[in-house]
């Protein structure tokens, strides 16, 4: 397979996607993309292809899913001006405020959509991968609403970390499946979900989470997401007469960034910077960098950007972050990345940790640890690029994140005055 | 035509046939290679080759999602020990190959690292016929088909209960060496009674065509495969072989057994 992409090829490409015109007709975004499933799976593929051109062209079902999103989910979400950040960084920073969406992330947008197209096909039960847990709590709240019974597989080392999260699932009424297997985190959640669905592919409906997988799942999320970027715009426009002249989103599978991106990408004069997680560093296996370090590949279905070693095997990968925590990339990003319109950096643990404090104490702000790698990004990028507009997808709020903040960031309870002496 | 002569894929064909013709179920054990010693590699596969008419060779890897447990786990065990595609090749190559044509079974990332046309050039040294790709359905398979054809090396194609019949027909036209009936709506290894479908399903799937028909995914037992030997060429066994290798059983009895009667 051929990645390599001329630029008269990749402005035509993007012309395309501008249009609403990719993926193509085999879910190819370019060269990215596909249908590499498990032969069992490919029926119940082309069924959700054609339930995803049949619902999401259907005015009726975009009429429910709409008001469910106003009256259920709080959308649309505010767009903040970050004074304080702005004065900090020397720029016009504000945040679109995906961490006030019902459940504390983008997630629901998906999972709502999803969910109601799962009814509306006749699903018995829907099953969910879940890496920090905000897909998890998204699908099952979306399925409690939906009224379908929702199983969520989720790694045994993410089940750890993200031990709230957990708690939450379980009250909305969702059953919990700990994956033991592979590197038990996100990857091996998402192996477990496909292969607890090729064991019933016509009853079970897998919600998948982010914007990687086989055609449709990148289409479909990206279309479910895109109400952040529409949204933001015009918010921006509203609030300030102008479009940004950057918009900052973290990636991991990239269902975020692909959300805030996609309604952007004809506006040539705002940048688009995506962050990925830089772990420790940058050598195989201590980041989730894939964008920055990895090479095109299939994995989870569709052919993009992977972290491999040389004989194909997938790699672990490292973040603070168990919602960037993953090897691959959506397909629509490799695109995207190959022709140049988006400019896709890494921030390490450790500047993701320092932004989040940032944020916490300039704005009364506590973001998702996935979050604040876009703010440190847009940080970096503040500081070479002074005086200008910056908008920044901040994805999800951090309160689950609180153990893992609670070992990095030590707590400093101070102590009551004394009485007296 | 004689052997020097034969494409490595009608080599397959030839093979499972010969089974019934004399009065047997054929027999397509799978191990992952070098699991559970990868020492052991060649000599394994010798000792299965006694009784298997075409052997299945497990190439490792990471995220094998259509396979249950004991394919995860003999695959991790075998990355560990350092088993690659190109070790497989190696060794095979070294060995001069076995007494039963050999088919890999790989995902799909191994082989498009590895290089498709490097790859199949490298097969025909090694003894391997063909290949089974459980993530590459048929719409995908163009290019690596390409490259397989021109050394005459099959892709099996995979058919399964979920199969439209419009689909069932394509892939059984589109597959080479033999096709692959998947007995369930599931992953590999499991230890369930065969849906009573299996019967007609096989027949249906026979009925398209030419080629043998083998099926697999969670054969264990000797009255499986008397009964599907009624309505198919042959079986795979796989999940149930990997786990008597890792007790320690010698291969070649369990297989007989398997086919006795």
């Not at chain 2, 002569?5 to 054929?26: E, K, V």
Request: charged share 20%.
């Amino acid at each position: 397979m051929q990645a390599e992409i001329s630029p008269q090829q990749g402005q035509e490409l993007l012309a395309l996607l501008i249009d609403n015109k990719l993926p193509d007709e085999r879910g190819r975004y370019g060269p990215f993309g596909g249908c590499y499933a498990p032969e069992t799976l490919v029926p119940a593929l082309r069924r959700l292809a054609e339930a995803v051109d049949k619902y999401l062209h259907d005015d009726d079902f975009m009429a429910r899913l709409q008001q469910q999103l106003h009256t259920w989910v709080g959308r649309p979400t505010p767009l903040t001006p970050a004074l304080g950040l702005g004065k900090r960084w020397g720029a016009e920073v504000y945040l679109k405020r995906e961490d006030l969406a019902h459940t504390g992330a983008h997630k629901i947008n998906n999972a709502l959509g999803q969910a109601l197209l799962a009814r509306e096909m006749g699903a018995k039960r829907v099953i969910a991968e879940t890496g920090a847990g905000q897909h998890g709590v998204a699908s099952a709240a979306a399925c409690a609403r939906v009224g379908i019974p929702c199983t969520v597989y989720m790694g045994a080392v993410d089940i750890q970390r993200q031990a709230p999260n957990v708690d939450r699932m379980y009250q909305l009424g969702a059953e919990v499946v700990a994956v033991e297997s592979g590197d038990k985190t996100l990857r091996a959640a998402i192996d477990e979900a496909f292969r607890n669905w090729v064991a019933d592919p016509h009853g079970s409906y897998y919600l998948l989470g982010s914007a990687v997988g086989p055609h449709p799942y990148p289409y479909l999320v990206q279309r479910l997401q895109a109400v952040i970027g529409t949204e933001a715009r015009e918010q921006m426009l509203a609030q300030t007469g102008a479009l940004a002249d950057v918009a900052v989103a973290c990636v991991g599978g990239g269902s975020n960034a692909i959300g805030l991106f996609h309604p952007l990408l004809a506006d040539a004069e705002t940048e688009l910077l995506g962050i990925e997680a830089g772990g420790h560093g940058p050598a195989l296996g201590d980041n989730s960098a894939t964008l920055a370090t990895g090479k095109p590949g299939v994995l989870h279905g569709s052919y993009s950007v992977l972290l491999y070693d040389d004989d194909g095997q997938i790699q672990e990968t490292h973040s603070v972050s168990a919602g960037l925590d993953y090897p691959g990339v959506g397909p629509e990003h490799s695109l995207l990345k190959s022709i140049g319109r988006v400019n896709y950096q890494s921030a390490t643990d450790a500047e993701a940790l320092d932004a989040l404090q940032e944020c916490c104490a300039a704005e009364g702000i506590l973001p998702a640890l996935e979050s604040a790698h876009a703010l440190a990004g847009a940080r970096r990028w503040a500081k070479a690029n002074p005086g200008k507009r910056i908008l920044i997808g901040l994805s999800g709020r951090g309160d689950k994140d609180m153990p893992t903040l609670s070992q990095h960031i030590p707590a400093r309870i101070g102590a009551a005055a004394g009485g007296g002496a | 035509m004689n052997d020097a002569q034969q494409l490595p894929r009608d080599r397959i064909s030839a093979a499972l046939n010969a089974a019934p013709a004399a009065g047997r179920p054929a027999l397509v054990p799978f191990i992952t290679a070098g699991y559970p010693d990868k020492d052991a590699f060649i000599s394994t596969l010798q000792q299965i080759a006694t009784a298997g008419d075409v052997i299945e060779v497990g190439v490792p890897f990471s995220d094998p999602m259509a396979d249950g447990v004991t394919i995860q786990r003999s695959s991790h065990a075998a990355i560990a020990a350092g088993v690659s595609l190109r070790w497989i090749l190696r060794e095979l190559t070294a060995a001069g190959g076995v007494d039963a044509p050999i088919v890999l079974m790989s995902y799909l990332n191994p082989l498009l690292t590895y290089g498709f046309e490097r790859l199949a050039a490298d097969c025909v040294a090694a003894g391997v016929c063909g290949f089974i790709v459980p993530d590459l359905p048929w719409e995908e398979s163009e290019e690596f088909r390409a490259a397989l054809d021109q050394q005459g090396l099959a892709l099996v194609q995979l058919v399964t209960p979920a199969t439209p019949d419009d689909r069932l027909e394509l892939l059984c036209k589109g597959s080479q060496g033999f096709v692959y009936a998947v007995t369930i709506t599931g992953i590999t290894g499991g230890d369930v009674e065969l849906p009573a479908a299996v019967t007609g399903y096989l027949d249906k799937v026979k009925s398209h065509t030419e080629l043998p028909v083998c099926a697999g995914f969670g054969v264990r037992h000797p009255e499986q495969v008397r009964r599907i030997g009624r309505h198919a060429t042959g079986v795979i066994v796989g999940s149930a072989l990997v786990e008597r290798l890792e007790a320690g059983a010698d291969p070649a009895g369990f297989l007989h057994e398997l086919t006795a009667g």
